[in-house]
């Protein structure tokens, strides 16, 4: 009893020091910055950001830290820096346009050293209030458990848009995937369920329905979206895909096309139509200018030859070979008539794929992820983003938030400014979303890590964060009522020759 009362008192006084800590009076300045996780050393940060938290790594007896902007100040004890909501606050306010200083002091033995101090820097240019993402295990075989989730970037509170296992349990599985939204906004979004009770689930100006994109002229049901931000249509490409898994080679998956095409879905008039339809192309990932009245997206031009062999065995076969460009075509919304491919960004001629195009909300830059092959690039290691300057056919590396891992599924904040992507460096295994501030010029600053309520979040969580989107506004429908959609009948659109 004595020891247990021992014990509570000593913790008591552990608390009471770490809730009151004191800056050293007396330290040696040593020439090393301090090692962090995550790594939030000279990073930009949107002013309506939620607190970082970190952990510092070096070995030590104790540690405190400073965080100063002007007049502000706040000192943490420990080795997971938490500074709280108003004291956060505080100091990005003062902070906003400059710097967040931050010091951190280490004991060792008695003595105390402070290590070279480093900065936040804090942009007045805010990020959009809301993001949402899938979080899938590692593995893209283990489907029993997924979600699609929302987070509020000001702060940590997170919620399920939808989960597969409302509707869904063994044997009879369900996946679900590609949620998206027109303008940021969530009175027209969208998300797929596969396999049990399959179908897309559809919200047109604030109605939702189930429904099935599959029709007898076109290769699948749609696959990955792209809302027309002006006009009532929403492009897809239809795919027939196959997995291949590595069992020693460092990217670990391959997801391969075998077949696919881009359509266009009417909402209103519940028809789809194809915008591309060669059986020799390849063709994915589409998304639309600002205006909308162009079309980009993938294209690999693939010919298989070998009348000996299947054309999927000739793909796979020659998976490091299949490299896409990306295209343009123009679209008239008064005929509904599209202009021939043009190429904007020719990757294969340099021996590179460019995948999952997206541009900026100005119209005047092309992001997309560049590595060696294929379009899949989320388990490529060589995979890192790239800007294209659409009106001078420029690009370049977004050398500051690229990593020696895979970086993919980017998205461009709604004012330009901010970009939310998954990358895999912070272990090579599970993908975690970064953010990095985009400048004038289309350069980036260094990225940073989602903050989490916990510095010790990322060690333990054992799901990856995918197809990350950014939102204006939460979802309006519960988790409950998507179920109860799912579990009815879907719409069967038709086929027509011209979408409008």
Not at 30 to 41: G, K, L, R
Not at 180 to 192: E, L, S, W
Not at 359 to 364: F, N, R, T, V
Not at 461 to 483: C, G, H, I, L
């Amino acid at each position: 009893m004595k020891k247990f009362i021992h014990y509570i008192f000593v913790l008591f006084l552990m608390l009471v020091a770490s809730c009151s800590p004191e800056l050293p009076a007396q330290y040696a300045d040593v020439d090393a910055v301090p090692e962090i996780f995550p790594d939030y050393t000279g990073v930009t940060v949107p002013c309506n950001i939620a607190p970082l938290t970190f952990r510092i790594d070096n070995e030590a007896d104790g540690y405190v830290t400073r965080l100063s902007a002007g007049d502000k100040e706040v000192v943490v004890g420990g080795d997971e820096v938490v500074p709280s909501f108003e004291e956060w606050q505080g100091l990005v306010e003062v902070a906003k346009g400059a710097s967040i200083k931050v010091e951190v002091y280490a004991q060792n033995e008695g003595s105390w050293k402070r290590y070279v101090p480093f900065e936040i820097f804090v942009s007045p240019d805010e990020i959009d209030p809301y993001i949402s993402y899938r979080l899938i295990p590692p593995s893209y075989v283990a489907y029993e458990k997924l979600t699609i989730n929302q987070r509020n970037l000001s702060n940590y509170d997170e919620e399920v848009i939808y989960s597969n296992m409302l509707v869904s349990a063994e044997p009879q599985g369900q996946c679900i995937n590609c949620h998206a939204y027109k303008n940021y906004k969530t009175d027209n979004m969208q998300f797929h369920v596969r396999q049990f009770k399959g179908g897309t689930i559809f919200i047109h100006d604030g109605e939702a329905k189930k429904v099935n994109l599959k029709t007898d002229s076109t290769i699948s049901a749609g696959v990955y979206p792209a809302f027309n931000p002006k006009y009532d249509v929403v492009a897809y490409s239809v795919n027939t895909t196959g997995q291949v898994f590595h069992t020693a080679h460092p990217n670990k998956v391959e997801v391969q096309d075998t077949l696919s095409d881009i359509i266009v879905y009417n909402p209103v008039k519940e028809i789809v139509t194809h915008v591309a339809c060669d059986p020799n192309d390849l063709e994915v990932f589409p998304t639309w200018s600002p205006d909308g009245k162009s079309l980009y997206y993938g294209i690999a031009r693939v010919k298989c030859e070998d009348p000996a062999k299947s054309r999927v065995q000739q793909l796979i076969e020659e998976y490091k070979n299949i490299k896409y460009d990306i295209v343009r075509r123009s679209w008239n919304p008064e005929t509904g008539v599209f202009g021939e491919p043009e190429t904007v960004f020719a990757a294969a001629s340099m021996g590179k794929s460019a995948t999952f195009p997206r541009i900026s909300p100005c119209g005047k830059y092309l992001l997309v992820a560049l590595g060696e092959y294929g379009c899949f690039h989320i388990w490529h290691k060589d995979a890192d983003l790239y800007v294209v300057n659409l009106e001078n056919g420029d690009y370049w590396p977004l050398e500051k938030a690229n990593s020696p891992y895979p970086e993919s599924y980017h998205a461009w904040s709604s004012n330009g400014r901010w970009v939310l992507f998954a990358s895999r460096r912070l272990d090579g295994n599970y993908s975690r979303l970064f953010i990095a501030h985009i400048n004038e010029d289309g350069t980036s600053d260094k990225a940073f890590a989602l903050p989490q309520e916990h510095a010790g979040h990322y060690d333990f969580f054992d799901r990856s964060y995918n197809v990350p989107e950014f939102m204006v506004e939460p979802v309006k429908y519960t988790p409950q009522e998507f179920a109860e959609i799912v579990k009815g009948e879907s719409v069967t659109v038709k086929y027509s020759p011209n979408i409008k």
